[in-house]
């Protein structure tokens, strides 16, 4: 079965600070991992995935996250914080045995950036 | 190009009645994924449809709820006699047929049912 944990319920960081937001996978055959970003009362917005190649994907508003198949990790990224990017996180995999593509997501996690 | 659009936005319902939330993909797109929001919960996957056809529903439970994506119109998905226990965000996304497996889901603002 395909999951996704995020173990962190929140995270806190200072604005202008790195920021890290974790995710492990657990698929059958080779992952495709997403991350979305969900601002209050709003859908999910896409923010960059992971397909094949380079295992460090850039995203939108300065996001990255870093591959690594013997660790099942697609951990987030961020080198300097802002308040804005105050949201709820969603790590997300697909399997490439699953024939419907449904994405699987992990639980969230809150960042929160104070001023 | 329009976004995914759902609506209602808001429903509110008494225990019993029924609940229809309906979804519109972005234009070309010709698969809808529901999934369901439980408060500080990650979102759970519920059916997957392409036009005329339910292609998973393994997330659908197994009484009261139906979901269905006409040639023509919207995707519904409908639930009957709700609980509060259905009270939760219902979130649609789309997929374009050719971004199967690597494209990624766009979604919508998703409908948020209050049962009394």
């Known amino acids: 079965a395909q999951s996704v944990a995020q173990p962190e319920d929140q995270v806190n960081v200072a604005e202008g600070n790195p920021l890290t937001v974790k995710c492990t996978y657990s698929?059958?055959?080779?992952?495709?991992l997403f991350w979305y970003v969900q601002y209050p009362n709003r859908g999910l917005q896409f923010l960059l995935k992971?397909?094949?190649?380079?295992?460090l994907v850039k995203g939108s508003y300065g996001f990255e996250a870093e591959f690594n198949k013997s660790q099942t990790s697609f951990h987030l990224k961020k080198p300097s914080a802002l308040v804005s990017d105050s949201a709820l996180y969603f790590c997300?995999?697909?399997?490439?045995?699953?024939?419907?593509?449904?994405?699987?997501f992990g639980s969230g996690t809150r960042l929160l950036v104070r001023p | 190009n329009a976004g995914v659009m759902q609506n209602p936005r808001h429903l509110v319902r008494r225990r019993g009645q029924e609940a229809r939330l309906r979804c519109s993909p972005m234009?070309?797109?010709?698969?809808v994924y529901w999934y369901r929001q439980l408060p500080e919960e990650g979102l759970k996957f519920m059916v997957y449809?392409?036009?005329?056809?339910?292609?998973?529903e393994s997330g659908m439970p197994k009484e009261r709820f139906s979901a269905e994506f006409p040639k023509e119109g919207p995707s519904i998905l409908r639930i009957q006699q709700v609980v509060r226990g259905d009270s939760a965000a219902y979130f649609c996304?789309?997929?374009?047929?050719?971004?199967?497996?690597?494209?990624?889901?766009?979604f919508g603002e998703g409908s948020r049912l209050t049962v009394l």
């Open positions: 997300a995999v697909v399997g490439t045995m699953d024939s419907s593509y449904k994405l699987i």
């Open positions: 698929v059958s055959g080779n992952p495709y």
């Open positions: 992971y397909i094949t190649g380079d295992n």
């Open positions: 234009k070309g797109h010709s698969h």
């Open positions: 449809l392409q036009k005329e056809n339910i292609i998973d």
């Open positions: 996304a789309s997929l374009h047929p050719t971004g199967r497996r690597t494209g990624e889901l766009f």
